[in-house]
């Protein structure tokens, strides 16, 4: 018919065209899930086994989150509630929109909040991964399983920017500001402009939460750094940066969905662990095994290669594609029809 197979000059293109790789491919597909089963599992005991033998308490953000906002009812300052581990203070952080929105669980004991959270946490994880179409044991995916035990709001942030509620997803953005940055790149700018509106309106509810808030920026978000040891991103490692947020930019003139979920690990300052959850949705295998590891930095170098493996998939699968097969103008020529 005019097509033929030629023979491939490159050993790269030759292995990558084989049939003999097309077979490994397929059996590293199929066990590729069951190696990040037990990646996972490691990760996660390893992590968990740090965090029971130093004490620290399950739902320990949860009952920071709700010590800043009752401090707040009091009449008292929210950024110096804490919670103390092993004599280390771990501050309240939140915006002022977060202690406003979340003004109601002081209604309840800390004992019967915290333990209400993480049944929520729990129930918002199991569903983020229905509906990323995940396997419910990435459950054990560390960003995923420190979440649960810590109870922060990470987990509930995702599951509400992931509905089609635009009110649900701006509850999303006053409990973590960062959660504007996947709706950006999601274009979902009618949500947007809805949780525009509702973190605007507790500057209207408490102003002079706001007022202090902007005082004390400074010490809030470096004691923050101090006590996250600065941090998994790039944000504080100026060279790393530069070279994240070009990457990342040159990927969202291409993907801006993806580029959107993964600016908050890459970049966000004083990011931990559970933050690579924002990954999530545009999950690829290279980001499962790496974001696992808890180490600082490592998301947004991963992720820089994570950029780069995208921007270049389609070049290299073309090119392989135009090696693989090509025309011969003479064979078509006699394969034509008189």
Avoid: C
């Amino acid at each position: 018919m005019g097509w033929h197979r030629v023979k491939l000059p490159g050993l790269a293109t030759r292995v990558l065209t084989s049939p003999i790789w097309a077979v490994t491919a397929g059996a590293i597909r199929r066990i590729w899930p069951l190696v990040l089963f037990g990646w996972f599992a490691w990760q996660t005991y390893q992590r968990m086994s740090i965090l029971v033998t130093y004490h620290y308490p399950m739902g320990i953000d949860a009952q920071i989150y709700y010590r800043g906002v009752v401090a707040w009812l009091a009449g008292g300052n929210p950024w110096d509630a804490a919670v103390v581990v092993n004599g280390f203070a771990y501050h309240y952080a939140g915006s002022p929109a977060t202690t406003v929105v979340m003004a109601p669980v002081a209604l309840l004991p800390e004992d019967v909040f915290t333990a209400a959270w993480l049944i929520l946490t729990w129930a918002a994880a199991i569903w983020i991964l229905r509906r990323v179409h995940l396997p419910i044991w990435w459950l054990l995916f560390p960003p995923i399983s420190e979440g649960l035990f810590s109870g922060n709001p990470q987990v509930i942030v995702l599951a509400l920017i992931l509905t089609d509620r635009s009110w649900l997803a701006a509850i999303g953005t006053a409990l973590k500001v960062y959660a504007f940055v996947p709706l950006a790149g999601e274009g979902r700018w009618r949500t947007i402009g809805v949780a525009l509106a509702v973190n605007a309106a507790t500057v209207v509810i408490a102003p002079g939460l706001w007022l202090r808030y902007v005082g004390l920026f400074g010490t809030i978000s470096g004691r923050l750094a101090y006590e996250s040891n600065q941090g998994f991103s790039a944000f504080y490692f100026p060279a790393l940066l530069a070279v994240t947020v070009v990457a990342l930019g040159l990927l969202a003139l291409r993907d801006r969905r993806t580029a959107g979920w993964l600016a908050v690990p890459a970049l966000w300052p004083s990011s931990q662990l559970h933050y690579s959850m924002m990954a999530l949705p545009v999950m690829s295998p290279l980001l499962a095994f790496f974001l696992a590891i808890p180490v600082f930095r490592l998301p947004p170098e991963i992720i820089i290669v994570e950029a780069v493996r995208r921007l270049l998939a389609p070049t290299v699968t073309g090119y392989l594609g135009r090696r693989r097969w090509k025309i011969d103008p003479d064979a078509m020529a006699k394969a034509a029809p008189d």
